[in-house]
């Protein structure tokens, strides 16, 4: 399988159109957004996260080519599908894009022999879809397409691995379908761990993030409780990390972001209370979740904030750009609404609050601020600590302490 297409080249596709190049595959990557085909064509990148690597590896026309018409993939050899799942408006999960990705597919005049889905989706939803738009055409039906699910595991900013290296669960519609599906994914990855069925290795994606999202939950209630004791609690994480067994340490923070905590395991809620399971630990904890910038600004309110204030970061994970569902963004829209925030975040130059842009400080102007600097990650308590700054007081949201600095 030497023409690879991938659908939905954003945080996932990009960096899969990468890894494919970099096995020796030719790779036509299809967006529905004309701007994002377009930078990609030229050599750029829309993800800044990814910009060096693109312009470096990717030559549009040889090694990859870039369209928003679905035809071009016809006659390639295998499909990834990397698009988004987010949820409904009711909070839902929504397959929409799935669907019509695995439509167009249906549609093309030469079908591929191989179709991949990594977007996060319902368990049973890879076998429903395949069955219903291919039907005759599925490999098991003596036709030539193979159907795998293999669950996206991106984590944006990690230095201490690649895509690559991180172990690739696949899951097959059939033996022959997990069989074809390896056979690709052992060029591409390190390390392949094969699932018995489908429904296993789509499962297995909710059940990685949804123990996050309880442990998150936990560890930040567990925070409240110390803080309210004035317990050091970064201390009682440092101690519990000396126990050698049954202990996986957790941060708190103001929140969790991007498109995978805050999303999945409302795909698990939805499929359990569909089989009459209620799951209340999980629904428990996807609501403090989603109150988190809230109960941040109530205790910001309890340390008698006032005048202007400075929010340490913009985007949803420290050291990145992306600002998918970022807490720290939701926690200065509320905070603008009684103070003047400032931000300051070396990744992300501007975010738009309340329908007006605001621009990230400067390390001088971060250095000069003379109100309250509220931390929220890592980068802005390691500015606080090394630098002299001009702040009447610096509070860090995350562990709900003061920093002496």
């Excluded at 309890?302 to 340490?312: A, N, Y």
């Amino acid at each position: 399988m030497n023409n690879v297409a991938v659908i939905g080249l954003g945080y996932v596709g990009i960096p899969l159109v990468l890894a494919l190049i970099k096995a020796g595959k030719k790779v036509v990557g299809f967006d529905l957004d004309n701007v994002v085909v377009q930078t990609l064509s030229q050599g750029d990148c829309h993800l800044p996260l990814w910009e060096r690597r693109v312009k470096k590896e990717i030559h549009s026309g040889e090694n990859a080519s870039f369209t928003t018409n679905p035809e071009d993939m016809s006659g390639v050899d295998a499909v990834i599908i990397c698009v988004p799942t987010p949820l409904s408006s009711d909070g839902d999960p929504d397959h929409s894009y799935v669907a019509a990705a695995m439509k167009s597919i249906s549609e093309l005049k030469v079908l591929p022999g191989l179709i991949i889905l990594e977007s996060t989706v319902s368990p049973g939803y890879t076998r429903d879809i395949a069955n219903e738009l291919f039907g005759d055409n599925l490999a098991s039906n003596n036709g030539v397409v193979h159907v795998c699910f293999s669950p996206e595991r991106e984590d944006p900013g990690n230095e201490e691995f690649t895509n690559v290296e991180i172990p690739k669960v696949i899951g097959g519609l059939t033996p022959a379908c997990l069989l074809k599906g390896s056979d690709l994914y052992m060029e591409v990855f390190d390390h392949i761990v094969r699932a018995s069925s489908l429904e296993t290795a789509e499962l297995c994606k909710l059940h990685e993030n949804t123990f996050r999202a309880v442990n998150i939950t936990y560890v930040n209630q567990f925070r409240d409780l110390s803080a309210k004791l004035g317990v050091n609690f970064e201390e009682v994480i440092h101690l519990a990390k000396s126990k050698p067994f049954g202990f996986m340490p957790f941060i708190p923070g103001i929140g969790v972001g991007g498109h995978c905590i805050p999303i999945d395991p409302h795909f698990l809620i939805a499929v359990a209370e569909k089989e009459g399971i209620g799951m209340p630990i999980i629904r428990g904890a996807m609501a403090d979740i989603s109150n988190s910038a809230k109960s941040a600004l109530e205790w910001l309110k309890e340390q008698k904030v006032e005048g202007d204030l400075l929010v340490t970061g913009a985007s949803y994970k420290d050291g990145i750009s992306d600002t998918r569902c970022s807490p720290a963004i939701e926690l200065i829209e509320l905070l603008s609404k009684e103070f003047s925030v400032s931000f300051w975040d070396h990744n992300v130059d501007s975010i738009l609050i309340n329908g007006t842009e605001k621009e990230s400080l400067s390390d001088s102007e971060f250095r000069g601020f003379t109100g309250t600097i509220i931390v929220v990650n890592q980068s802005g308590q390691s500015f606080c600590e090394r630098e002299i700054l001009s702040a009447g007081a610096v509070l860090d949201a995350r562990y709900r302490v003061e920093l002496k600095v």
